[in-house]
Structure formats: structure tokens, C-alpha cells
């Protein structure tokens, strides 16, 4: 989309007043067209340009200098050097420093798209974190300034938006209720409904989404839009008040190359509307480089090219490797850098090159300060033309002078609870569940305690029934966990920009949580009072269902207090069972308050179980005249219960001669008075407990309010790692028992040990030896465990077990395409769906056909297996014996059969943008682009350390992208052994074994 030209005209005054500028964005919306492509009508205004270089309609530059980003790096290990006996390679005491970012410069326009490209670990993710104010800034040395101007966080937040890689959205919500929601936060009140949706509707066009309007999101459970719509879905979220600066971190990730174009388009859409678009991409399409206006090319933290795409063939034919021609150019650069990455020199000699080029062809800074508006009237400028509604400058501090937020606290809330509401009401089973739950532990509790009478025992019983009941009521609360980790990443995604304050969110939650918890009460208490046959009537019923209520409102809080601090839902559901079950303990019902040991008194005051328990008790033993032991029934919880009444009545004589009192067989004994006297319940009313447990409910939730706010800064930290420089290890025996020493060693939360299976834990097709799931099971007992690998589920199963996905925390087959964590599905992804059956047959005919004319020794049955996220590719055929897979092994060692099929395919699929990953003996993986093992990091977000351990990590091998990630800590072996190796490595590991730093 272009921009229209207007006549110039004196610059309007600097500092509008809200209502003028508002005023100014109405006319122009209500001129503007709703089609397709609809154009944002700007104002333009006399910015004075004195150089020729810096075009009239481009009054923002982003410009960043000298970025340099470093993090500590832990303690090595020693390792004794391999062949030379005991002799160690030490390393340095202190921690030393990795630098992910080295001395990075460059700007980016308005109306222009850069893209930063690199290999995995090149520091994509890292510059664009850097740029988007997403590294804490005494990690960050070098200057991120807009038009001249250093970018405070607070301003950044308001002008810019961040799309994250995974698409974060709530599932049971359309297109077009996620957007205007979207609308509704990022978008003043003063603006009326119909304008909101008709920028939602131009965005929709925009994004072209006009036929997925009213599809619901979708998830795993639920079909939805495709992978392609719901990232567009998800820049448009964060686009709809148009923003002036748009970071997005690779957003072409796992898409097949059409919906990635498609997206790209969308971009440049948004950056003709006057934006600065500013991408990472691992490898664009021929198609999506026509699309680009800048490049920066990355490798190790260091710039090794910057410009256009067009001045590519020129750069790296003075470089002395000219691109040929017909050869997609940003492939042949990122080949060339990872060739040059693994020569001795690196490419010190690129970023060298590219330095004396960039002087050479930039001598003077090629923008003038004069040629610039400074940062107030550019933003005053963008205001008056429709983008950044939410406020205006007017005032002489920028800073303080564009609000926060777009709308006040209280409409944001009701925005929040509209969105929750909507999105429980399409899932109605949820609260089915957990309603259905509450009835059924009642129904059984009234049919246990059915109709107690007013017997000593009774007395007893009904002090059991309440201890339960009560404690019951905090269980049922853990729902929450699960409930809020699944919406902790939109809301720090959304709050990360400042769609809504914290506060809102903590308010609305609680406010939403009440009926429901009304209903449960309800539920609850009309199901065992009557039943039950407790005291009080109707005005003891509401008592005891306000008694209930505040147990249910205090034990939300606390399990929602919980879920805003625990990253797992396992950690939560453990330590929500174990503190309650202190609660428990202490509340006075296993033992009283009196007879408590004096350094445990605290807990019994902090007990949330104490307070509902002891109200519940007065409200039915309030009553002084009501006898609950008359007489001889003294007996009846003594051994002398099944004693004759006669016998029991001379006692009693005997009793009262002793006392010199009268008791006879039907003289008051015990009331309900003296059985609150005996449970040490006398300090505090009964309404007096009712109104503490709410003050516990109301306390939790404002701890709660101080996690999400110390918990979701969303920024890189001055952090340190056990070591980020991925290490070599000699063999895959030595390779398990680093593992083991490492692992062991940390005993820290947020870490996770990520195996690949095939010649890492076991041989390929080979199921794992005894001592091997021995090894990995004590393993599991001190981090969390997770595997990987190629292959379906079916044989994954064959190598570690029927019960794997039940055996290990994390399960990824396929790549991670298929994912289960603790037993249970959590993702899927089909590559039929993603090619259609169209281009998927044109591959497998071609494999075929390609296979048929191949000259090997032998050849057998099932040369093409197609699984849910992948096509594995086997030129023998996959029914050969396991003889056969070892002669085969060889001769494609020798005759590279498997790279030679793999090169053709490429070049002829080059279109279809997929992945080409040799794995095994004797096939091969094909896979969308970002369909590699690095896949399954979605799934691990809550994680910030994960150790990969695989073999086949070169390049080309089916472990290398995941092992090059920034995001592992990458430890392989070099040697391949056999599972009799295997055997002998789990059963004698020495000391002594050698490895390779």
C-alpha cells in the first residue's frame, strides 16, 4: 500500500489537545474505504529535508549503534584430553563472558521492511529482543534511538508492538472477536463502537482474513483456522493501533511457503502505512526477498552483511564467491557463512569485508539530523493521521506526555471479563467438570454423614464431616492451575505493550471468579446441610453456605496466588496438595490449639482451614442448651459402651456420691458450648472467622498482583549459564554419564535434559537396555526429562516402552510434531493438511520414480512412510533386516546415496520450502522449513535452561539445527556405537573414559 501525497503545509501546532487530535483521526476515518486494501490518509507535514537521501514521506528512523550483548558464562568442567592419560584441560575458575551481540549497527525506515537473517545461534532473536526493549538495559551497552532521540521503555511500549513466534491466542474466540477485543484495549473509549469495528474490518481485509472471519481460533482439540491465518491473526493483535515500530521474531516459522509469503505481504502492507517493520528470518523464499527493502546477516553476534537484497551480487562478488545466477541469493549467503563458520579463521574475514564495504559505500552518514522531525512531532504527526490514538504530546516531556495505557482501569476490566466470560461460555465443560466434581464429593459426604444425631458420637462425626468439608473445598480450587498457565503467555505478550495494566487483569479474574463460585457454594451446601442433619434452620443454612463460600473465595485465591509463581503444573498441583494438607493438619481437628507444640502455634494461624472449620463449628454447637451427652451415654465412646444400663446407672450413683453432684441417666452432661471448649475454639466469633478467610482471599490475590508483576517482565537478564559453548564428547558412553554429572549437579528448577533417542539412548530400531532405563529414571528424579526424535510414536514406543509417553515428562515424536507431556497430547501438526494431497502426491511420485531408477545392491518394501508431520524417505526401503541396514549404512558412507537424493529433491521442490534431514542408517526426514527438532522448543517456554544430547549434529545431520540453537545447550558425541557398546557403557562406566572439549 502506497502512500498518498498531499500538499504541503504549515506544521501544525506541536502540542494538539487530545479532543483535536481525536477529532483529526474521525474525519479521516470516515473518509477512509473500507476494501481490501484500505489507505491510512496522512497528514504531511514541512519537515525541512536538507539531504536528498532521506525521502519526504519518511519522517521516522530507527537507528541503532554499536549493540553489544554479553552473558556470563559458568564454570567449565576439566576433561582429561583424550590420549594423553591423565593429563586434565583445564579452564578458568571465574565465569567468562559470550558475547551474542558484537558491536551491531544499522537503521530501518518508515515504510520499510529489514530483515535479520542468520543461522541458528547467529543472535537473530537476541538483536530483536535488543531493539524491542526486551534486554534489561545494564545488559545492553550501544544506543537504540529513534529520530535522534533514545527510546524510553514506557514511550517504546506505547508506539511499538512485539509478535512473539508462537501464536498466542485464546482458541474459542472467532477472528474477529480476537481482533476487537484486541481493538478494545489498544483503542481509546472516546472512540465510538462503529469506529472500533470498522478498523477492525479494514484490518481484516488487510490482513486478508475476510473468509475466516467467524472461524473460531482453534487448538488441539478443536479445528480451527490454519497454522498461516492464525499467524496473520496474531500480528494483527498486536497491529490494530497501528503502531509505528513492529518487531516479529521469524513470523514465517513452520509455515508452507505461500501462507509465509502471504505474511510478508501483510508486512509490507503495514510498513507502506507508515511503519517501521523490522523481522527476523531464518531463510526467506525468492518471492519473500522481493518483498524486503533491508538485510542484516548475521553469524556469531557480528554483522557479516548489510543492505538491500538487490546489492547482494555485488557485495559477495567482491567478496570473490559471486552468486550464480538462478541461485536463490540469501541461500548461497547463508551457506557460504556457515561454510566459512567452520574454517579456522571463522568469518572474521566477511565481517571485515563488510565493514571496508559499508565505508566504501556509505562515507558520511547518509541521514542528516537536520533532515529529521524530531521524536514529538513525528509521533504528533502520526497521531494526527490515525495511528497511536490511545494519546497525544502536549506537553514539553514526551515521556510523561503519551499515557501508558489506552483506557482507564475500569473499562479494561470490563473488556478482560467480557473476553473470559465469552471463552468459558464456549467451553462449557470446564465448569461442568469441575460442578459435577463438588456434587459428587457432596452427594458421598451426605450419604457418609446421613442424618448424625446428637449422640456423643454424632458430636464426633460432625466434627469429622466439617474438617473434610471444608478442606474439600480447597482442593477443588486447584483447577486453577492448569486454567491460568495455559493464559500466562497471552497475558504477558499482552502486557508486555501495555494493552492493559496488571491490576485490571488481577480485579477482573476476581470478579469473574465469584459467580462460579457462588454456584459451587451453593452446590455444595444444598447437598449435605439437610442431608447431613445439621443445626440452625434456614439462618443456619446461610451461614453455612457463606461459610463455604468464603473457603471456596480464600482457596481460588490461594491456588491462583500459586499459579501466578509456579511455571509447571505438576510443581503446582504438588505443592497446592502438600501446603493444604499442612492446613489441614493444623487447623485444630487433628489436634487442638491448646496442645500444640509452641514453634508450630504460627502455622495454626496461617492455616486457611482453620477459620471456615471453626465458624462452621459455632454456627452448629452455638447453642448452650443443646445436650449432646446426657447421662450414661458418657459410656458410649469408652470401652464400657456394651456394659448393661444398670451396671452404667450405679456407676453414675457412684459418680455423683464421689462429685457430690446429681447426675442421673438423662442429666445434661456435655453441650455444644463445652464441645467448643474442649476444641479451643473460643477466641474468635464465628463471623469474626468468616470476614478473616475473606481477608486471606483478598490477600492472596494482591500477592498475586506481585507475581504477575515481578514475574512478567518479559526482558533478558544479566544472566549467567553451567555453559553455553556446546562441548564434544568422544562417545556416546561418556555422552550419558556428562549428562548424568552435569544434570546432577545443577538440582535447580527450570531446567530440562532433552535426549535424542537413536544412537544417543539406543541404537536405531533397537529397544534400550535395562541398566539404559535404569540410567535415565534416577535421572528423572532429579530434572525433568524429555525426548525427541524422528520417528513416529509406534517406534518410539518399540525402543523405550509401551507406557513412554507415562515414563518421561516430556515425549516428542516426529520432531515434536506430535507432543505429550505427562501422558497427555498437548500438540499435533499434519503435513497432509499443511501440502495438500496435491503437492503431496507430486513429491511422492517423483520420490518414486527417482527411487526406481537408483542403482543399489538391493532395495526391499516401504521406501515412503508417511507420519503425521513428516515424509521419511528410505532409498533401500524400510522392510530390509537389520543385516541389510548395516551394509547399506556402509555403502551409502562410501557412494553418499542419501546427500545425492537429498540434493535433487531440494532443487527440485525448492518451492515447497522444506527441510531435508538425514537421520539413521538408511533414510531420510522431509519437513517444512522450522519443522526440525527445534519444533518441540514451543513447548518448552517454561524452561530457561535446556541441555540437548544428540549425535548427528553436523550440518545436514537431523540434530544439528536444535543442537545450534540459542536456545540449548548443546553436548554431542562424535562416535557411533553399537547397542552391545551401549550395554557395556551403562554397566562399566570409568572414570577414566576420555572425552573431547
Known sequence: MELQQYPRRSKPSLSPTLGE???????????????????????????????SSMPPSSPFVLSFNNLTYSVKVGQNMPFPVCGKGDLSHGSSETASMKVLLNDISGEAREGEIMAVLGASGSGKSTLIDALADRIAKESLKGSVTLNGEVLESRLLKVISAYVMQDDLLFPMLTVEETLMFSADFRLPRSLSKSKKKARVQALIDQLGLR??????????????????????????????????LLFL????????????????????????????????????????????????FLSHG???YGGSPGGLPEFFGQFGHPIPENENRTEFALDLIRELEEAPDGTKTLVEFNRSWQTKKNPTNRTCNASKLSLKDAISASISRGKLVSGAPNNSNLTSSVPAFANPLWAEMMVLSKRSLLNAKRMPELFGIRLGAVLVTGIILATVFYHLDNSPRGAQERLGFFAFAMSTTYYTCAESIPAFLQERYIFMRET???????????LAHSLISIPSLIVLSIAFAATTFWAVGLDGGFSGFCFYFFAILSAFWAGSSFVTFLSGVVSHVMLGFTIVVAILAYFLLFSGFFISRDRMPSYWIWFHYISLVKYPYEAALQNEFHDPTKCFVRGVQMFDTTPLAAVPLSLKLKMLQSISNTLGMNITGSTCVVTGTDILRQQ??????????????????????????????????????????????????????????????????????GLIALFDLDDTLTAPRKAATPSMLEFIKELRKVVTIGLVGGSDLSKISEQLGKTVINDYDYVFSENGLVAHKDGKLIGTQSLKSFLGDEKLKEFINFTLHYIADLDIPIKRGTFIELRSGMLNVSPIGRNCSQEERDEFEKFDKVHNIRPKMVSVLREKFAHLNLTFSIGGQISFDVFPQGWDKTYCLRYLDEFSEIHFFGDKTYKGGNDHEIYESERTVGHTGQK???????????????????VEQ
Open 976 to 994: 557411533k556405537i553399537s547397542s552391545s557398546t551401549y550395554l557395556l557403557a551403562s554397566q562399566v562406566t570409568s572414570p577414566d573414559d576420555t
Open 680 to 749: 479451643g475454639i473460643t477466641q474468635i466469633s464465628k463471623w469474626n472467622c468468616l470476614w478473616i478467610t475473606i481477608a486471606w482471599g483478598f490477600f492472596f490475590r494482591i500477592l498475586f498482583y506481585f507475581a504477575l508483576l515481578l514475574g512478567s517482565k518479559n526482558k533478558r537478564s544479566f544472566a549467567s549459564a553451567i555453559n553455553s559453548t556446546p562441548r564434544t564428547i568422544d562417545s556416546s558412553r561418556s555422552l550419558l554419564r556428562f549428562a548424568e554429572e552435569t544434570l546432577m549437579a545443577v538440582r535447580k528448577p
Open 21 to 51: 487530535l481525536l477529532k483529526r483521526v474521525e474525519d479521516a476515518q470516515s473518509d477512509t474505504s473500507l476494501d481490501s486494501t484500505p489507505v491510512h490518509h496522512h497528514q504531511a507535514l514541512e519537515l525541512g529535508y536538507a539531504c
Open 211 to 244: 473468509n475466516a472471519a467467524n472461524t473460531v481460533i482453534g487448538d488441539e482439540g478443536h479445528r480451527g483456522v490454519s497454522g498461516g491465518e492464525r499467524r496473520r491473526v496474531s500480528i494483527g493483535t498486536d497491529i490494530v493501533h497501528d503502531p509505528i
Open 302 to 304: 557480528q554483522t557479516v
Open 496 to 506: 508486555a505493550y501495555n494493552a492493559y495494566r496488571r491490576s485490571s487483569y488481577v
Open 249 to 296: 521474531d521469524e513470523p514465517t516459522s513452520g509455515l508452507d511457503s505461500t501462507s509465509a509469503f502471504m505474511v510478508v505481504k501483510v508486512l509490507q502492507r503495514i510498513a507502506r502505512s507508515g511503519s517501521i517493520v523490522i523481522m527476523s528470518v531464518h531463510q526467506p523464499s525468492y518471492r519473500i526477498l522481493t518483498v524486503l527493502d533491508s538485510l542484516i
